[in-house]
């Protein structure tokens, strides 16, 4: 089983954990906060006294209506599951075929020990199955908990456009040059729209899990399951220990 934990399981998981950083960057690009602190201990003071960081990305004037156009063709391409889509659908199908092996091996053991039919006898089987099913727990966990923390990124990708768009109007209303003026409403009208489109986007085509969209609801639904598999096969190797009684 280890080579199926670590490419079903482990995989997808480190591979959504990626993911959070990926969409952190795209956040602190138009305007948001760096949410790794520990980026902060590699900051410089500048001679403007400004805060650099090395890792930091770039900060987008979203005054100018280049710079929108050009983070919306960004954001096309590698916000949630844009990226790599093929990758994420197979990833999915991973997920599936795991937890379907697990939770077939799960009730085997379940009926064996409800109906004293013995299929694993030896109490190395057990252990080793209640290991498995514990690691098994934690990486589907990490997982659907990080395409949740990506998929709730569009509502402060959301939050970040909305004030820029804010800003732009502002700086409109109060703008004597009537190129500047219209510089400013058209990246107003384009944020607008890239904002249309974020949500769109969110509706359509969110970060999944197992084909199913990526939620705390979702990790309730298995690990539910899972602990209630693990339950059994905890109760079973009391049992094999004569540790428990029915």
Same mark, same amino acid.
């Given at each position: 089983?280890?080579?199926?934990?670590?490419?079903?399981?482990?995989?997808?998981?480190?591979?959504?954990?990626?993911?959070?950083?990926?969409?952190?960057?795209?956040?602190?690009?138009?305007? #948001?906060?760096?949410?790794?602190?520990?980026?902060?201990?590699?900051?410089?003071?500048?001679? #403007?006294?400004?805060?650099?960081?090395?890792?930091?990305?770039?900060?987008?004037?979203?005054?100018?209506?280049?710079?929108?156009?050009?983070?919306?063709?960004?954001?096309?391409?590698?916000?949630?599951?844009?990226?790599?889509?093929?990758?994420?659908?197979?990833?999915?199908?991973?997920?599936?075929?795991?937890?379907?092996?697990?939770?077939?091996?799960?009730?085997?053991?379940?009926?064996?020990?409800?109906? #004293?039919?013995?299929?694993?006898?030896?109490? #190395?089987?057990?252990?080793?199955?209640?290991?498995?099913?514990?690691?098994?727990?934690?990486?589907?966990?990490?997982?659907?908990?990080?395409?949740?923390?990506?998929?709730?990124?569009?509502?402060?990708?959301?939050?970040?456009?909305?004030?820029?768009?804010?800003?732009?109007?502002?700086?409109?209303?109060?703008?004597?040059?009537?190129?500047?003026?219209?510089?400013?409403?058209?990246?107003?009208?384009?944020?607008?729209?890239?904002?249309?489109?974020?949500?769109?986007?969110?509706?359509?085509?969110?970060?999944?899990?197992?084909?199913?969209?990526?939620?705390?609801?979702?990790?309730?639904?298995?690990?539910?399951?899972?602990?209630?598999?693990?339950?059994?096969?905890?109760?079973?190797?009391?049992?094999?220990?004569?540790?428990?009684?029915?």
């Amino acid at each position: 089983f280890q080579w199926l934990i670590f490419m079903y399981a482990w995989g997808p998981a480190y591979f959504q954990y990626l993911s959070t950083k990926r969409e952190e960057y795209l956040y602190a690009m138009i305007g #948001g906060e760096i949410l790794d602190s520990g980026k902060l201990a590699e900051a410089e003071i500048l001679d #403007g006294g400004e805060l650099a960081k090395k890792d930091a990305p770039p900060r987008l004037d979203l005054t100018d209506p280049s710079n929108i156009i050009a983070f919306s063709a960004i954001y096309r391409v590698l916000h949630g599951n844009n990226f790599a889509r093929s990758m994420q659908k197979r990833f999915s199908m991973y997920l599936v075929v795991t937890f379907s092996i697990i939770v077939f091996g799960a009730i085997k053991s379940v009926f064996s020990e409800q109906y #004293g039919i013995t299929v694993e006898g030896r109490i #190395g089987d057990k252990i080793s199955s209640i290991v498995i099913l514990c690691i098994f727990v934690s990486f589907v966990s990490l997982q659907v908990v990080a395409a949740w923390t990506v998929n709730d990124f569009t509502k402060r990708h959301l939050s970040a456009i909305s004030q820029a768009r804010i800003t732009n109007l502002a700086f409109a209303s109060v703008e004597m040059d009537a190129e500047r003026k219209e510089i400013l409403l058209t990246a107003e009208a384009l944020l607008d729209g890239l904002s249309n489109e974020i949500s769109a986007e969110d509706e359509c085509n969110p970060v999944r899990v197992a084909f199913f969209r990526a939620n705390i609801a979702l990790l309730s639904s298995i690990s539910g399951i899972l602990s209630a598999f693990l339950i059994y096969d905890l109760r079973a190797l009391a049992k094999s220990l004569g540790l428990y009684d029915s």
